[in-house]
């Protein structure tokens, strides 16, 4: 699985910005997509993800209520929409895939990751 991220940059806060990444290769056995981010000096957290099943998202109680994330499975193409960032959002996001390999268990593809620079 290879992962294509695009979007990111700077904004003041209160802006918006819009992150897509999309999945190639063997991308039949994606169970979730999601995005990670990780600012400096801190670990990488979980932002948001989407099951390839139903669509079910999850999002970090950080960013509820302001980012959303979606899919569009024809395209293996996931599009994260970040309303009212805040400085602290600020980090390098990166695009993940989650597949089941058998006997393995999970197994997880990053993107390159992208930056986000969000202003005061």
């Known amino acids: 699985v290879q992962l294509e991220e695009s979007g990111g940059g700077f904004v003041q806060a209160g802006g918006s910005l819009r992150l897509s990444c999309a999945a190639s290769?063997?991308?039949?056995?994606?169970?979730?997509m999601g995005w990670y981010r990780q600012a400096p000096g801190n670990q990488r957290e979980l932002v948001a993800s989407?099951?390839?099943?139903?669509?079910?998202?999850t999002l970090a109680d950080s960013v509820r209520g302001r980012f959303t994330i979606s899919r569009d499975n024809a395209k293996n193409t996931i599009v994260l929409q970040m309303n009212s960032l805040k400085p602290e959002d600020t980090a390098v996001y990166y695009c993940?895939?989650?597949?089941?390999?058998?006997?393995?268990?999970?197994?997880?593809?990053w993107g390159q990751g992208t930056q986000v620079t969000v202003a005061s």
């Open positions: 993940n895939a989650r597949v089941n390999v058998y006997i393995i268990g999970d197994y997880d593809y």
């Open positions: 290769g063997t991308t039949r056995h994606i169970n979730s």
């Open positions: 989407i099951r390839s099943a139903d669509g079910s998202p």
